[in-house]
């Protein structure tokens, strides 16, 4: 047999050349290698991040480093999961390869790092981050002294949590988270725990850490407080009682009750951010910490005070303004009154709503702006006439009240509050004019001072002062006339315990301003905050009815809105972010922060019709807010006022029966005045709905407490 012919196969040049052209890229190529449109000066670029591995606790920061080799350009770009410098909710990572982990661990809680060439940028080299919770960090209990039974705990610091737990003597406390600084936490105390009792914040895997422990004190001594005595009391110092402080001042009395009050630490308005516009946040901040906070007597006072001392939104929208003003009103609300009137005189905030801010001294023949200067006498210090030190009226020949100033006082104060104005902003240059800027309290721009001598209720002002010793000088004159200490007693005493105080009640409160010194409060200062406070709250008056046989009909007060509102959130442990509250105080008629005028939202004289008594909070009440009020009742208690607003009526449920259950709201909502008719009503209606559905039984039973005139009325 032959050989088979050869069969050939015929290349062109073109073929050939392409196959020529392939060949050459591939030489020198490394497996698995670069990109066909690698530079071949990048062949052998590698990039190696440092560490490799790393675990990074939540918010805590770690800093990565990248080394290049291969290229003389050692640069490179960060990226947290792909994605450029990160993101809030992987974390961040900046240009130096400084990593900041997120404030709340991402689901998985592993992240990668990864640091790419600027010379290439298909070369990049990887860092895997472990995310943990953070170490919580303890620095104060409140309240520090708690009785055996059931108590309540608000626990400041860092590194919190939503899954943050406390234990109290080893014992687990329901635990509510409020903030990265605050959580709430109830729970009850035995009487084996008398002493000393170690408070932990743990905070659980990944990372489980606790905090180092502080000590809360278990005091024993039975119950020389009734539950009634301890709701009324709790009514007038704080923004509504809980079962859990009921059971506080049962325990351990009204006095040390109060020394755990002006023990509490402050609560806080934060800083806002510069992207917020409005009062929004600090609005919501202050329903935050009226429902949850411990400081609860400070509050209150703070509150009272911003409705004596008025800055309104509708003049004041700036965040950073109003906080500030808050603030201030909450740091000094147990300290002195002479510092509430200085402090508040220089936020910009009233500096602005009342036109001191940029008041010019006069030119020759003109008058300096006279608004701050008037209502700074007539609303906030000494009032319109001259009053006995029982807050009644002095009388001239004719029978007629004596104006407490003239005109030519407030042109002098006037004057005396000349040269102020904003802030001056970082950066910038003191101006007779600084713009709008609320970052501090005003200052002085001299040379607008007005620096003649003038003469002032009386009493002389000397010339040649700077604007703040002159404003020292004015405020010490009218800090010592002797219209301070009646006007602001009566104030306080309707703001918080009665409309109708006697003489003999303000006269007592008002010795007390004077002396700065009641029991064993005070400084012995004059307006020393902490002992009127203590005087109003402790007066025979204030407690008369604190047992039936003592109790009269014409004390008490209307529950003005904004208490009401968070008192029914306190009553049920509401869970909150504080929204919803602020529209329903709008609805009403008490738009939170929001008065329409320098006047409050309702006036301290307001004759109730029909009667011979005063009542402020009916200026705002009538057939439209008097619907709100059983509309907010029912929204917040059959469904909601907001996403972020929910009561837990567990402790109803828990009190048992239905007969139990509406002696549980009886107690902490009409310190145990309902009548049987009342009572026999309410649990017909609990009947309607069930047997076994005891949730919508504790929510009828509820509103039907807390929408009838009983609860509305304050006595």
Not at 219 to 237: C, H, I, K, M, N
Not at 691 to 705: C, E, H, I
Request: net charge negative; with cysteine.
């Amino acid at each position: 047999m032959g050989d088979k012919p050869v069969k050939r196969i015929w290349i062109t040049p073109t073929i050939a050349l392409g196959m020529l052209v392939a060949g050459c890229a591939g030489v020198g190529s490394k497996s698995g290698g670069s990109s066909p449109t690698t530079p071949p000066e990048n062949m052998g670029v590698v990039v190696t991040v440092a560490p490799a591995t790393a675990m990074v606790r939540a918010g805590a920061t770690q800093a990565f480093t990248a080394a290049v080799t291969g290229n003389a350009n050692a640069s490179v770009t960060w990226s947290v999961n792909a994605a450029a410098g990160g993101n809030a909710a992987t974390g961040t990572i900046d240009a130096t390869g400084l990593y900041t982990a997120p404030a709340s661990l991402p689901t998985p809680n592993t992240i990668t790092v990864t640091a790419t060439s600027a010379a290439d940028a298909t070369k990049s080299g990887n860092g895997a981050v472990t995310l943990e919770n953070p170490v919580p960090v303890l620095t104060s209990v409140s309240p520090t002294t708690i009785a055996p039974g059931a108590f309540s705990l608000t626990l400041n610091g860092s590194g919190f949590i939503k899954t943050s737990a406390v234990t109290f003597g080893g014992q687990a406390l329901t635990t509510m988270y409020v903030s990265a600084t605050e959580l709430q936490a109830v729970g009850s105390a035995t009487a084996a725990q008398v002493g000393s009792v170690p408070v932990v914040v743990q905070n659980p895997d990944p990372g489980a850490a606790a905090s180092s422990s502080l000590i809360a004190a278990v005091v024993g001594g039975g119950t020389p407080v009734s539950a009634a005595a301890a709701v009324r009391f709790l009514e007038q110092s704080t923004f509504g009682p809980t079962p859990e402080f009921v059971n506080q001042v049962q325990q351990i009395g009204f006095a040390p009750f109060l020394e755990t009050q002006l023990a509490a630490p402050a609560s806080t308005y934060p800083t806002p951010l510069t992207t917020d516009t409005n009062l929004t946040k600090v609005q919501n901040q202050f329903w935050l910490n009226a429902v949850n906070d411990s400081d609860q007597l400070r509050q209150r006072v703070a509150f009272a005070l911003n409705e004596l001392w008025v800055v309104s939104q509708n003049k004041v929208s700036d965040p950073t303004g109003y906080t500030n003003y808050m603030q201030a009103l909450t740091n000094d609300a147990l300290g002195n009154y002479y510092d509430v009137m200085k402090d508040v005189t220089l936020t910009p905030a009233m500096g602005h709503f009342l036109d001191m801010v940029n008041n010019d001294k006069p030119a020759t023949g003109q008058h300096a702006n006279e608004n701050y200067a008037r209502e700074s006498m007539q609303l906030f210090t000494l009032g319109l006439s001259l009053l006995n030190p029982d807050g009644t009226p002095q009388l001239d020949s004719s029978s007629n009240p004596i104006p407490t100033y003239t005109q030519n006082d407030v042109m002098a104060l006037g004057r005396a509050f000349t040269g102020w104005t904003y802030p001056t902003e970082p950066g910038q240059t003191l101006q007779k004019h600084n713009p709008s800027y609320y970052g501090g309290p005003m200052v002085a721009f001299e040379s607008n001072h007005d620096t003649g001598a003038k003469t002032l209720l009386g009493q002389p002002v000397a010339a040649g002062q700077s604007a703040e010793q002159e404003l020292d000088a004015v405020l010490t004159i009218i800090f010592n006339h002797p219209n301070l200490p009646p006007f602001v007693a009566q104030q306080l005493i309707e703001k918080l315990v009665t409309s109708n105080p006697s003489p003999a009640y303000v006269g007592r409160v008002a010795a007390t301003f004077s002396s700065g010194t009641f029991q064993t409060y005070g400084t012995g200062k004059r307006g020393d905050m902490s002992a009127t406070v203590a005087a109003i709250l402790l007066d025979a008056e204030a407690r008369r009815g604190d047992s039936a046989t003592t109790a009269d009909a014409n004390d008490g007060k209307l529950r003005e809105p904004v208490v009401m509102e968070a008192s029914i959130a306190r009553a049920f442990h509401a869970s909150t972010d504080g929204t919803g509250f602020t529209g329903w105080s709008s609805t009403l008629s008490q738009s939170l922060f929001n008065s329409g005028s320098v006047f409050n939202f309702f006036p301290p004289t307001n004759p109730i019709a029909g009667t011979t008594l005063n009542g402020p909070e009916f200026a705002i009440f009538n057939t439209n807010t008097s619907l709100a009020r059983v509309n907010f009742i029912n929204s917040i208690v059959n469904g909601t006022i907001s996403s972020g607003t929910k009561l837990d009526f567990t402790p109803v449920i828990n009190a048992g029966t239905t007969d139990q259950m509406v002696d549980w709201l009886n107690t902490l909502f009409l310190h145990g005045t309902m009548s049987s008719q009342m009572k026999q009503s309410i649990l017909t209606a609990m009947s309607a709905v069930g047997s076994t559905d005891t949730m919508n039984q504790a929510k009828v039973a509820t509103y039907l407490v807390t929408s009838s005139s009983q609860y509305q009325v304050q006595r």
